[in-house]
């Protein structure tokens, strides 16, 4: 069993800045990338931000490049999402989620097996 804890959310201003962080405990499995989700109020979960753990190949959605960094932590099996320049439709609850299925698209949601409990950034306008 792979357990996903994030934490970092809050409340931030327009333009401001916020930084996720994501841990994940493999136990027996691999853990082939680590992605971050969100889901905002009345609408489906998105794709925001991957990274694959062998190639350290990054993947975003259009909304958020130049604005997001995901970035591996030091510790083992950690990730970070640094989000700068934050809009009020970044307003979601973020979740982190750990691949364990070698060959799977990084960017699909149905990629993922193990899923964090989720952590708000509210951003004001």
């Known amino acids: 069993q792979v357990q996903v804890v994030e934490s970092g959310g809050g409340l931030v201003q327009a333009g401001g800045s916020l930084r996720l962080s994501c841990a994940a405990s493999r136990g027996t499995f691999i853990i082939y990338a680590l992605g971050w989700f969100r889901q905002a109020p009345g609408k489906e979960r998105e794709f925001v931000a991957a990274?694959?753990?062998?190639?350290?190949?990054?993947y975003y959605t259009d909304s958020v490049k130049g604005r997001f960094t995901i970035s591996k932590g030091n510790a083992e099996n950690t990730v970070y999402l640094q989000m700068f320049s934050l809009k009020p439709e970044d307003t979601a609850i973020y979740y982190c989620?750990?691949?364990?299925?070698?060959?799977?698209?990084?960017?699909?949601?149905?990629?993922?097996?193990?899923w964090g409990q989720g952590s708000q950034v509210t951003v004001s306008s």
């Open positions: 990274i694959n753990w062998s190639s350290m190949n990054t």
């Open positions: 989620a750990a691949r364990t299925d070698a060959q799977l698209n990084s960017m699909s949601g149905d990629s993922y097996r193990y």
